[in-house]
């Protein structure tokens, strides 16, 4: 017999997997201190996780503006700070295994901040996958060929990004890719896997962002880490869908 894991978010009934049929999104990613993100992410506490070190003293860190269109917790927006980070069963310092989980879509990261406009979303994700979620104000344009997203909490600028097209990339369909998240709330580390089933009208391309942050405390956080003056690369997609799993919390070491 198959077991199907149900959760109760404020009154409604959530089962696993939550899928995702249709969301748009837009990424830059950075380089950042890795000592830096590594203090970041011990500070939050439970199970250690190592920042992957791309280069000599640097580590990648992603800012993405996520529409989520039609999906089994309603529509919302939200904004993640999120690091790459390596397989916690591995050896310390296997970064060419961790580029090459990157490169396959099966990589491992930590969604360190994640505000959302949604208080169901809110409750789901803090309480089924301990997602630090928190409640914010969004202005995105994910329609013209230029994306733009600007989000606030408590009356204060967190970040207000600009991302240009790139060169268009073909279809994915069917992956079997798994992406492993993990989240950090109230000293606990959890592990989500997650699935992308399909992504339609991706475009990426080398640089191309631009970056402002304000003055909450998320931005100054952003500001501890060190983030490269330009981004690294930049990707948006226009229609993908996905699906979520639930959560294993790992041990604290």
């Known amino acids: 017999m198959t077991t199907v894991d149900r959760y109760d978010v404020l009154g409604t009934e959530i089962t696993m997997p939550v899928r995702v049929r249709s969301a748009r999104c837009f990424v830059a990613g950075?380089?950042?201190?890795?000592d830096a993100v590594g203090r970041a992410i011990t500070d939050r506490g439970g199970a250690p996780l190592r920042p992957?070190?791309?280069?000599?003293?640097?580590?990648?860190?992603?800012?993405?503006?996520?529409?989520?269109?039609d999906?089994?917790?309603g529509p919302y927006h939200e904004f993640g700070v999120c690091f790459l980070v390596e397989d916690p069963a591995s050896p310390p310092g296997s970064r060419l295994s961790a580029l090459r989980s990157l490169a396959r879509g099966d990589a491992h990261a930590l969604i360190h901040q994640l505000p959302v406009d949604?208080?169901?979303t809110l409750a789901a994700g803090r309480g089924i996958w301990?997602?630090?979620?928190?409640?914010?104000?969004?202005?995105?344009?994910?329609d013209g060929p230029v994306k733009h997203g600007r989000v606030s909490a408590d009356g204060q600028l967190i970040a207000d990004l600009t991302v240009k097209p790139g060169l268009p990339l073909p279809p994915t369909v069917s992956t079997d890719a798994v992406l492993q998240s993990y989240s950090q709330l109230d000293g606990v580390t959890r592990r989500t896997p997650w699935r992308l089933t399909s992504a339609v009208g991706s475009r990426s391309r080398i640089g191309g962002a631009s970056l402002a942050l304000g003055e909450h405390p998320i931005a100054d956080e952003l500001r501890r880490l060190d983030l490269s003056r330009r981004a690294l690369m930049t990707s948006s997609v226009a229609d993908l869908s996905m699906q979520f799993e639930s959560a294993t919390a790992l041990p604290a070491q």
């Open 130 to 142: 301990g997602y630090p979620k928190i409640m914010a104000d969004f202005d995105v344009d994910h």
């Open 30 to 34: 950075y380089t950042a201190d890795a």
């Open 118 to 120: 949604g208080e169901f």
């Open 71 to 73: 999906n089994d917790l």
């Open 52 to 69: 992957v070190r791309i280069r000599s003293g640097r580590t990648l860190c992603m800012l993405v503006f996520v529409d989520y269109i």
